[in-house]
Every structure is written in C-alpha cells, then in structure tokens.
C-alpha cells in the first residue's frame, strides 16, 4: 500500500478532549476497581487503588464523565456526600450490577480525582428520576463562590474552592432507559432544565461558563438517530432556545450475534466484522454533524437586538467502545477481557475521531476501568494494563497537535489504516500505521513532498492475536520501541514500513 501524507495539507486542531474516558457505578467500574477505601487491604492513596490511579497519572485523561452513562438517572448527589459512614445504602440495578451502593465514592471523590489527574470533569445530572431544583443544587455546591449554604457545605466537606465544573449533561440515553422520550418530550423538558442552570457570572451581559449538554440519538439505530436529531432541532427552532452547547451522540461497536464469539475466541470472519464495525462511527458522525448544522440553519433572526441566535451546537460522542455479548452475563456485569481486536478497534477509533476534529469536540471511551472496552483491569490487589491502555498512551502525542488530511486507507487493501498529524511547531509528524490483517505482516510505502527521517517507532502486536493480558501474564501484550532501522527503509521523500500481523504502530518522523 502507499499513503501520501503532505505536512500542509491540515484538518484542523487535535482537541486532547477526544481522548476523554467514562467512569459509572456499573459492575466493579469504580467500586473495587478504581475505589477502594482508605482500610481496605488494598494499597491506595486516599480510598483509590493506588496502581490504578499511577497509571491514570501517566495517561493523563483530558476528560472523564462521571456518574453515567444509565447510572445517572437514579443518582441523587446527596447520597455520595459528607462523613462516608453516614451515607446512604441503595441498591444499584443497572445493567445487572446487582449490588448494594454504599455511596463512599460520591461527589467530591470524582472531583478531587480529576483535580489530582488535571482532566476536566463532566457531571451528568440525574433527569429522569431527579428534579430541577436537585441539578441547581448540585452545580451550586460544586461551583458557587460566594459563602452560601451548598458553598458553605462544601467548604465542611473539605474543599472550601469551588470546582468550577464546566461540563454538564442533562439527560442520558433519554431515547431507552433514560425515559423511553420522543425528541419532542425530551426537548420539552431540556428547556426547563438548561433554563434553570445557575450562569456564575456576576454581569448580565457576561456568557456564563457553563458548558450544557443535550442528549443526542443512538448512534446504533440508522433511522432513529437521523429521525431523532432533524426532529430536535426543528423542535429547538421553534421560538427562543434555551442554552445548548453540545449534542452527545453514543455509538458501541456491537458483537452480539455469534453465541461462538467471544472476547478472546473468534475466528477470522468474527476478526474482520468487529474491526470493520467500529469505522462506521465515522460515517455517522458526518451525517449527524450535517444534521446539526441543517437543523441551525432552520433558527429564525431574533427580532430584538439583545435577543440572541443559537449558531453553533457542538457534536460530542460520550460513549464509544467495542460490545461484546458475553458482557450481559458477565460477573461482575459488562466485564470483558481486551485482545489485539479490541486494541485494533480502539486505535481506528481515536483515528477517525482525531480526522474528523473539525466536526467532533469530545469524546469518552467506555469505559475505563473492568467494564467494556477497558484499559485497567482489577483481581484482587492486581491491575493489569489491557492493551487498549498501551493504545492511549501510544497516541498522546497527538493531543494538541495539527490533523492531517491523509487517507484512511489504500483502496487497494482495505486493511492497513493510516492517520497522521502534524506537531505544533511543526518540526515532526506523528503517523499511526495500523495493520488490521488478522494474520499477514504487509509493508506500508509512506510518500511525502519533503524530507523526512523516521526518529523512532513504537508497536503494539502480539505472537496470538487471541492473546490478552492476565495476573499471570500481565506485560504478554506490551507496546515497545523498536529500532527504526530494523523496519524502515528510507530513500528521499519514500519511506517503507515493515508492518507485522494485526498490530498499531506510531511513527514519529522529524521533517526537514
């Protein structure tokens, strides 16, 4: 194959959101999983696991979202408050967790979390069995200033600061479980929610910095989730709009229909349909940004000067990762084991959200700790890394960085995929080079219109590809730097790139 890859030819800015994660009380999530306690037998740093929390450290998540996901809409934040031991116990049904909630993990813990890691925080707030007054209450005790009750209460509970939590979403799957809604009934209700948000502005003519979140459709239903957005928006066009920032479409990469597939036994056939599912995501992205816009477009001219005119709305993906179906009956629930096709998958994710940074702002791989598509796994006192990890960590350099204009892929072999981008100073490219061939090792001719040296490169394969990481084996699948020369050949402009079977490798070549 041969990929052109012009340093000038750019997209646009990488935002490091794109690489945000998901955390939710569901299965061993965040209980067990990221959160321990302070007695627990566990090491830990303050009630979290500790070799959890150093390897988020090193990742660096830009965002997490936090507490759904379907948790959301039986969360009330008073629960999760406070002295722990006066917390209240519930019993948390979703997706089949089946276990008792006793809340030691609550409010400040997140945000202390995401003080400690440097990521921007996303609270979803609780719509469908909550009230508009508990998310007023709620963003008040997290980001009021001045020395009212929730501020004061607070300050009690340790953090006298406010958090100045930016991002907030109002409802969540409101299409299933978060209410089985029509557009129409969500949007009646969006209203009423995104109008009450406190703006924590003290001039009337300055924008609040408040970040506001609609729920978007289900990126899995083809017709509904086109029906769903051109129904919004039209909805939203009629007569004033409430405050809305952003649209939050979740798309999963599902892999349901085979009792014999699972996430390590599978056959080339069951290889192929799970890698070619995840890049439908990216046609649908495109459909609902063009949807987004042609619903703007349909917003009347304000007949008054102060009035103002909803013209940008971003598009967000807050849920996106592989599903397996062994995941439904899995204990604890949605548990699954990561190999290199779940790595494959994640790698041509964050390729085609990174391609498309001009159209999509966010997004949160789901989700990050035992549950999905993850990248820490918990036993006992053991962590294991999963490759999905390695994925991330392989891709940091992107963050901020220019995308380039590069082609997928070679029409002529659809199964090595190409995405590259562009440092700030533009002094190196960064090229992820993924071969999704199950079992044949290929060579990748890279062509540029400038000189240009392979610095160094890292990859990420496996001898089996049904290989995962274990207790016992907890470094079998690892990325590694590997000697340039070894696998590059380098003649002017050209460079050719030995790639092995079903793996992601980042290339990093400084320009002349």
């Known amino acids: 194959m041969t990929v052109y890859i012009d340093p000038f030819k750019t997209i646009g800015r990488i935002d490091p959101k794109l690489h945000g994660q998901f955390i939710e009380f569901l299965g061993e999530c965040i209980d067990e999983g990221l959160w321990v306690g302070e007695d627990s037998f566990i090491e830990n740093e303050n009630g979290y696991r500790k070799d959890v929390l150093d390897a988020l450290r090193a990742l660096e998540p830009p965002l997490i979202r936090w507490p759904g996901g379907c948790y959301a809409d039986t969360y009330h934040w008073r629960d999760g408050i406070g002295l722990q031991e006066e917390r209240a116990t519930t019993f948390n049904e979703n997706f089949a967790t089946y276990e008792l909630d006793d809340h030691h993990f609550g409010t400040d813990e997140f945000l202390r979390l995401c003080e400690t890691l440097g990521a921007e925080p996303w609270i979803n707030i609780n719509m469908l069995s909550g009230s508009v007054a508990e998310m007023k209450d709620w963003m008040e005790y997290c980001n009021r200033e001045q020395p009212t009750d929730l501020a004061n209460e607070r300050a009690r509970n340790g953090h006298p600061r406010p958090y100045n939590v930016k991002y907030w979403g109002i409802?969540?799957?409101?299409?299933?479980?978060?209410?089985?809604?029509?557009?129409?009934?969500?949007l009646d209700e969006y209203r009423r929610f995104a109008s009450a948000m406190p703006s924590f502005t003290t001039d009337v003519f300055e924008p609040s910095p408040m970040y506001a979140i609609?729920?978007?459709?289900?990126?899995?239903?083809?017709?509904?989730?086109?029906?769903?957005?051109?129904?919004?928006?039209?909805?939203?066009?009629?007569?004033?709009?409430?405050?809305?920032?952003?649209?939050?479409?979740?798309?999963?990469?599902?892999?349901?229909?085979?009792?014999?597939?699972?996430?390590?036994?599978f056959d080339e056939a069951g290889w192929d349909s799970v890698i070619h599912g995840c890049l439908e995501l990216e046609d649908i992205l495109r459909d609902q940004w063009r949807l987004i816009n042609d619903g703007l477009a349909l917003i009347h001219e304000p007949e008054a000067s102060m009035d103002s005119k909803l013209g940008h709305v971003d598009l967000i993906i807050g849920e996106w990762g592989n599903w397996h179906k062994t995941a439904?009956?899995?204990?604890?629930?949605?548990?699954?084991?990561?190999?290199?096709?779940?790595?494959?998958?994640?790698?041509?994710?964050?390729?085609?959200?990174?391609?498309?940074?001009?159209?999509?702002?966010?997004?949160?791989?789901?989700?990050?700790?035992?549950?999905?598509?993850?990248?820490?796994?918990?036993?006992?006192?053991?962590?294991?890394?999963?490759p999905n990890y390695d994925v991330f960590m392989m891709y940091k350099a992107h963050r901020g960085a220019t995308a380039l204009d590069v082609p997928r892929c070679d029409p002529a072999?659809?199964?090595?995929?190409?995405?590259?981008?562009?440092?700030?100073?533009?002094?190196?490219?960064?090229?992820?080079?993924?071969?999704?061939?199950?079992?044949?090792?290929?060579?990748?001719?890279?062509?540029?219109?400038?000189?240009?040296?392979?610095?160094?490169?890292?990859?990420?394969?496996?001898?089996?590809?049904?290989?995962?990481?274990?207790?016992?084996?907890?470094?079998?699948?690892?990325?590694?730097?590997?000697?340039?020369?070894?696998?590059?050949?380098?003649?002017?402009?050209?460079?050719?790139?030995?790639?092995?079977?079903?793996?992601?490798?980042?290339?990093?070549?400084?320009?002349?």
Request: glycine content about 6%.
């Open 413 to 512: 072999d659809g199964s090595v995929y190409t995405f590259a981008s562009v440092s700030e100073d533009g002094s190196e490219l960064l090229v992820n080079l993924t071969n999704a061939h199950m079992n044949d090792a290929v060579e990748a001719e890279l062509k540029l219109p400038c000189k240009a040296w392979a610095d160094s490169m890292w990859i990420l394969c496996s001898n089996d590809p049904h290989d995962c990481n274990t207790v016992d084996s907890p470094d079998l699948i690892r990325a590694r730097k590997i000697d340039v020369d070894s696998v590059v050949r380098q003649s002017g402009g050209m460079l050719t790139v030995s790639l092995r079977p079903a793996s992601v490798s980042t290339l990093r070549l400084r320009l002349g």
């Open 171 to 186: 409802g969540n799957e409101v299409w299933a479980g978060g209410g089985t809604m029509t557009p129409q009934t969500y």
């Open 214 to 265: 609609a729920c978007g459709p289900d990126g899995n239903k083809p017709r509904e989730r086109v029906a769903w957005t051109q129904d919004f928006f039209r909805g939203l066009a009629q007569y004033r709009q409430p405050r809305i920032n952003g649209y939050d479409l979740h798309f999963y990469n599902w892999n349901i229909d085979s009792d014999q597939d699972t996430p390590t036994e």
């Open 328 to 386: 439904f009956t899995a204990r604890p629930a949605l548990r699954q084991q990561v190999t290199m096709r779940d790595a494959i998958t994640t790698a041509l994710t964050l390729d085609l959200l990174q391609r498309n940074c001009d159209k999509v702002s966010m997004a949160c791989n789901a989700q990050t700790i035992n549950v999905l598509n993850s990248l820490l796994l918990t036993d006992g006192d053991k962590t294991i890394l999963t």
